[in-house]
Structures are given as C-alpha cells and as structure tokens.
C-alpha cells in the first residue's frame, strides 16, 4: 500500500533516555518491514502512537533522504512528561507489501456521455479536480440512475477498501429517546437540508488523494509483447472466422439493439445483434437444480442471465429482447401480470433496463443452436445460479432444533400414531376409514396444500 505521510525524527541520545525506551524493544513485539524513499526499513507497530518515529541510525541508512523541516510536535515516551528533542519532520513515500487494489468497474456505453458531462460540471464547479500520473489510491465509480429523473444520472465513489484504513473518530448515533429529551421544552423548530451535501465540505489537500478515483478502463502494466507464430496463426484464423458466413460487427451504441435469447434443457444462451449483424454471443450450462426448473421459468432466466451479462451494451438504452416463448411476452411486457415469486423477483432485478419483450418462432431464433451447446460452467459462473442450492443447505443445516437428532425424530415418529397414520394412508391413499379429530385437521390441510400445489 503506498502512501503519504509525516514522521518525526528523533536523535538516538534520546531513545536512550530510560530503561523503558524505543530501543528496548522486546521479542516478540509486532514489527512489520516497509520502504521509506525505497529503502527497507523494520518498524515496530504501535497502534497507541498518534506521530510515526524513526531514529537518527535508521534516517542515515536511506539512501534518497528526505529534507527535514523544522519540527514543533512535543512528542514524549511513554509514562513521561519530559518533551523529546527533535531533529525534524519529512513527507516521503511509504510502501509494505500489502498492496490494496479495486477492480475498474467499466461504464456501460450509453451513458458515457452523461458521466462525462457531469464530470466536467463537477470540474468547473471546482468540486473535484484532475489527477495526472501515478496515485496512492484509486476507487472506481459507480453510476445510477436519479430516481425521479431517469435522464439524470448520480456519480458514487466506492471508498470501501480506502475506508479498511482510514482511523476515523467514532461517534454515538443519537436515539430516539436522546432527541426527545434534548428537544423538551423547545417551541421552534428549523430543518436545514444542503443539496449534494458531501460536496459542501472541503477535503484537506493531504488528504485528497485518499479520494482519486477512476474514470476509465485501465490496461494491464509491465506485460510482455510477444508476437510469434503461434500468434500470426490466431490472428489469421480470427480473420476467416470474420469474414466467414458468421459475420460480425462492431457495436454503435447509436444503432438499436437487439437481444436474442433461448433456453434448452441443459444451457442458456444470448446474442446481441444490430442491423441483423451479430456483435457478441454468450452461453451457459443449466446447473443441476437450474435444470428441473419449468420451462416458462428456464427462458425468463434465460432472459435476466443475458440482459446481466451485456450490462455494459444495454444499460442506459432502450432495446428489444427477442425470446421464442410467448407466454414470457405478457409476464415482462405487462406490470400487472400475476407470475410465480421465482419470476417475479427476476423482473425486480432487471427494473433498471429499459426493454420491450418481443415473440418469434424457435425455428428462427438464432440462439438456439448455442442453448444446446453451451460452455460448459466455471468457477465464476453465475453468481445466482446456486442460490437455490444453497439456501436448502442452510435450511437442512439450521431448521432442525439443536437440542433434537435427527434419529430423534424418526424414533418419536414411529412411536406416534397419529403420524403412522397419516404414513399409512398416504401410502394407500385412502383417508376415509380414519375417524380421528387429529386426523380429519391433517386431512383439511392436505387436501387444501395439495389444491393449491395444482
């Protein structure tokens, strides 16, 4: 992790003051190796200290040497109130191992535009400024529609991993009870509301740099250019394919855009098309409880599965979605359409895409071919593919009692009789020769789970 900070140099005839001083470090104690201006330095690791101390020794031994500047922190050793003497202050660069770094998230097509208009406006309104070469952190940017303006987008920074390591003071958030209180007795009341509100306070310029974030896709540093045989042999068989009869195109994000998907018994599988041309296509094997799903509820995965996957062409932009099962085109088109929670939590999920559900016959779905010949699934398929399987295991794992066995249960099953009871007639299906109350209740449930499951 690199970053900028100010530590204080002490003169070694100091660290000897007492018994109990710095240079008395005791095994075991935590240290940890970093490089200061490129030169490995062990220091010891005191989550107590609010300055960062080095002695004169160790600031001899870098070798690019920072300029000290005049020091007025009265620093004191633990346990004394007498002031250390200080040789002076410096910023340098530290560096540790531990480097912390966040994935680029990449801007969908459509609205690349708008970021860089409100990135700009954000410039001019002196809120944020330009960055130029390398920086101690970056975050991305996460983009989302404004709720009551959908033309409208909102910029968000992803601090998470910059907040892992900034120590930040921690305050009681006030109950409701506290505010009553506080406010007994009072008569008149204010409510003051600033618009953009983070935007109203001014970063310290040390700490701005904790802020950088990102604005584009980044490519990978420090990577070897090879080109062989084996390449020219790739790239030549790249062109035929090109320029075969699976003719492909490049995305226009100007262009109207279609999604052509299918579900087969055993994959799922999309294309993005534009003007009858194809510009990407993607496929998925059906994971073991995907594949005793109905077949309605196949093609709507088909569908959420595709739409999630060309996020980055179809995000900000209205387009058609091409399905070869008609009921699905009343279950997305209408708001009002009654579908099983499954679906109906899938449609939840796509509310951000703008897209109108279109039906074609499946002997002219273009898809289909790859539905049936799927990629086979990875490690990082799907990230709501076991889901189902999952949320069993926990059930099997957490809905029976602690205090009760499992072999409990059968051995008090088989010692009750009402239960063997209900065994029994389930087995022969035959309800009418058992006159118990108890089991006339089990009856009425029965009947009325079994109406419903129909």
């Given at each position: 992790?690199?970053?900028?900070?100010?530590?204080?140099?002490?003169m070694?005839?100091?660290?000897?003051?007492?018994?109990?001083?710095?240079?008395?470090?005791?095994?075991?104690?935590?240290?940890?190796?970093?490089?200061?201006?490129?030169?490995n330095?062990?220091?010891?690791?005191d989550?107590g200290?609010?300055?960062?101390v080095?002695d004169?020794s160790?600031?001899?031994?870098?070798?690019?040497?920072?300029?000290?500047?005049?020091?007025?922190?009265?620093?004191?050793?633990y346990?004394?109130?007498?002031?250390l003497?200080?040789?002076?202050?410096?910023?340098?660069?530290?560096?540790t191992?531990?480097?912390?770094?966040?994935?680029?998230?990449?801007?969908?097509?459509h609205?690349?535009?708008?970021?860089?208009?409100?990135?700009?406006?954000?410039?001019?309104?002196?809120?944020?400024?330009?960055?130029?070469?390398?920086?101690?952190?970056?975050?991305?940017?996460?983009?989302?529609?404004?709720?009551?303006?959908?033309?409208?987008?909102?910029?968000?920074v992803d601090?998470?991993?910059?907040?892992?390591?900034?120590?930040?003071?921690?305050h009681?958030?006030?109950?409701?009870?506290?505010?009553?209180?506080?406010?007994?007795?009072?008569k008149?009341?204010?409510?003051?509301?600033?618009r953009?509100?983070?935007?109203?306070?001014?970063l310290?310029?040390?700490?701005?740099?904790?802020?950088?974030?990102?604005?584009?896709?980044?490519?990978k540093?420090?990577?070897?250019?090879?080109?062989?045989?084996?390449?020219?042999e790739?790239?030549d068989?790249?062109?035929?394919?090109?320029?075969a009869?699976?003719?492909?195109?490049?995305?226009?994000?100007?262009?109207?855009?279609m999604?052509i998907?299918d579900?087969?018994?055993?994959?799922?599988?999309?294309?993005?098309?534009?003007?009858?041309?194809?510009?990407?296509?993607?496929?998925?094997?059906?994971?073991d409880?995907?594949?005793?799903?109905?077949?309605?509820?196949?093609e709507?995965l088909?569908i959420?599965?595709?739409?999630?996957?060309?996020?980055?062409?179809l995000?900000?932009?209205?387009?058609?979605?091409?399905?070869?099962?008609?009921?699905?085109?009343?279950?997305?088109?209408?708001?009002?359409a009654?579908?099983p929670?499954?679906?109906?939590?899938?449609r939840?999920?796509?509310?951000?895409?703008?897209?109108?559900?279109?039906?074609?016959?499946?002997?002219?779905?273009?898809?289909?071919?790859?539905?049936?010949?799927?990629?086979?699934?990875?490690?990082?398929?799907?990230?709501?593919?076991?889901?189902a399987?999952?949320?069993?295991?926990y059930?099997?794992?957490n809905?029976?009692?602690?205090?009760?066995?499992?072999?409990?249960?059968?051995?008090?099953?088989q010692?009750?009789?009402?239960?063997?009871?209900?065994?029994?007639?389930?087995k022969s299906?035959?309800?009418d020769?058992?006159?118990s109350?108890?089991?006339?209740?089990?009856?009425?449930?029965?009947?009325?789970?079994?109406?419903r499951?129909?």
């Amino acid at each position: 992790m690199m970053m900028i900070v100010i530590a204080v140099l002490t003169m070694v005839t100091f660290l000897d003051y007492e018994k109990n001083t710095v240079n008395k470090v005791q095994k075991g104690q935590p240290k940890i190796n970093v490089k200061i201006n490129n030169s490995n330095v062990d220091i010891l690791i005191d989550t107590g200290s609010s300055i960062n101390v080095i002695d004169e020794s160790t600031f001899e031994n870098i070798k690019c040497k920072p300029k000290l500047s005049h020091a007025d922190t009265k620093v004191f050793a633990y346990g004394s109130d007498k002031n250390l003497k200080l040789m002076g202050k410096f910023h340098a660069t530290i560096e540790t191992d531990h480097k912390i770094t966040t994935a680029p998230v990449r801007i969908p097509f459509h609205i690349r535009k708008q970021v860089e208009a409100e990135l700009e406006k954000l410039e001019k309104q002196d809120i944020i400024e330009k960055v130029d070469g390398p920086t101690p952190w970056v975050s991305p940017i996460v983009v989302a529609p404004k709720p009551k303006n959908k033309n409208e987008i909102r910029l968000c920074v992803d601090m998470r991993e910059p907040n892992k390591a900034i120590l930040r003071s921690r305050h009681i958030t006030p109950t409701l009870d506290d505010m009553i209180l506080d406010l007994n007795g009072s008569k008149v009341f204010s409510k003051m509301d600033l618009r953009s509100g983070y935007h109203q306070l001014e970063l310290n310029e040390e700490s701005r740099n904790i802020t950088t974030f990102t604005t584009h896709t980044l490519t990978k540093q420090d990577s070897k250019w090879e080109w062989t045989s084996e390449q020219q042999e790739s790239f030549d068989k790249l062109k035929n394919e090109l320029v075969a009869d699976r003719v492909m195109s490049y995305f226009d994000p100007n262009k109207e855009t279609m999604l052509i998907v299918d579900a087969s018994p055993v994959g799922l599988a999309g294309l993005l098309t534009q003007n009858g041309k194809i510009i990407a296509y993607a496929s998925r094997s059906l994971t073991d409880v995907e594949t005793r799903y109905s077949q309605t509820e196949k093609e709507a995965l088909a569908i959420v599965w595709a739409i999630e996957h060309f996020h980055l062409y179809l995000y900000g932009q209205s387009f058609t979605l091409v399905s070869d099962h008609q009921p699905l085109e009343t279950i997305f088109n209408s708001p009002k359409a009654k579908t099983p929670a499954r679906i109906e939590r899938w449609r939840l999920r796509l509310q951000g895409y703008n897209f109108k559900v279109q039906y074609k016959p499946g002997k002219v779905n273009a898809a289909d071919y790859l539905s049936r010949h799927p990629t086979p699934n990875t490690s990082i398929a799907c990230k709501h593919s076991q889901l189902a399987e999952e949320y069993v295991r926990y059930l099997t794992d957490n809905a029976v009692p602690k205090a009760m066995t499992l072999n409990e249960i059968a051995d008090s099953t088989q010692k009750d009789k009402d239960l063997q009871t209900v065994i029994t007639a389930l087995k022969s299906n035959r309800w009418d020769k058992y006159e118990s109350n108890t089991l006339r209740y089990i009856l009425k449930i029965t009947i009325r789970i079994n109406s419903r499951s129909r």
